[in-house]
């Protein structure tokens, strides 16, 4: 069993306690869920630099990365810093997040979150809508093409945006649908863990331009940015970079500054 298939198995169990404890209609009446979304995929579309900053405070291929700061000051800096949306990892088991860390980011900023999820159960849907997020990112490597229909358009009926995570060209013919908003490349391979940038180079082509082009893992440099732009990417997704600093924001302002000096 690799570490996405024991992830998932996890999560499975975890959505179904879940679904005993909270029901829907609590979800439903929660104050968040009836605020309108912002749109990630449209702010990418018109930004210059399109940096999707991320709160990850360990990972299973990094352990711990950053466990002293509060999400609040980081989400604040990465807006400050002019970042088009955040990303938050709300997984507890792997990744030391949680639904609080939503929350806590959307009472503290007006820009797009992400829930970074494991996403196998609609329920999740409507956690996401309840508190506070905008955006759901769905992994394609974990679903068949009918839970994505399903799970996307779900989403959609809820007013969120939709970002598909893809490695492979396999994993993307059986994924590209109206109900997305932005088709993600994952630099990563989930099975080595190793990462590399022909990944997103290689399958830009293969990607429809209805859909916002997002890149992900690996981004450290700005390099890596204008390395991707040709490829038609408008979206980067910046995790560990940030993160693995004492000021998250400081170093996501200067990172902007940097690749908006490299523009002019």
């Known amino acids: ?26 979800l439903e009446s929660s104050v968040l869920f009836e605020r309108d979304c912002i749109s990630l995929a449209e702010k990418l579309k018109i930004s210059e630099t399109g940096i999707i900053a991320e709160h990850k405070r360990r990972s299973p291929s990094k ?20 970042v088009c949306g955040m990303s938050v990892l709300t997984d ?15 009472a503290s900023v007006k820009m797009p979150l992400l829930r970074k999820e494991f996403i196998v159960d609609t329920y999740q849907m409507l956690e996401a809508k309840a508190y506070g997020a905008d955006v759901i990112l769905l992994i394609a490597a974990i679903l068949t093409r009918e839970e994505i229909k399903l799970f996307s358009e779900t989403a ?14 396999e994993e993307l013919q059986k994924s590209v649908m109206p109900s997305l908003d932005m088709l993600g490349v994952n630099n990563r391979n989930l099975k080595t863990f190793d990462v590399s940038l022909d990944v ?21 440099s700005v390099e890596a940015i204008q390395e991707l732009q040709p490829f038609g990417y408008k979206g980067f997704l910046i995790g560990e970079n940030f993160m693995k600093t004492d000021n998250p924001g400081e170093s996501a302002t200067e990172f902007i500054k940097g690749l908006s000096d490299k523009q002019l």
């Open 1 to 26: 069993m690799n570490i996405l298939d024991k992830i998932v198995a996890d999560k499975k169990k975890e959505v179904a306690l879940k679904k005993q404890l909270i029901p829907i209609s609590q």
């Open 63 to 82: 352990s711990v990365i950053n466990q002293s700061l509060n999400v609040q000051d980081v989400a604040v800096g990465y807006e400050n810093a002019g």
């Open 92 to 106: 507890g088991k792997y990744f030391g997040g949680s639904l609080d860390d939503l929350l806590l980011a959307r």
């Open 156 to 169: 959609k009926n809820l007013g969120l945006d939709v970002l598909l995570e893809v490695h492979n060209e």
């Open 200 to 220: 997103s180079k290689s399958l830009s082509e293969k990607i429809p331009n209805d859909f916002v082009k997002v890149s992900e893992s690996g981004i450290s």
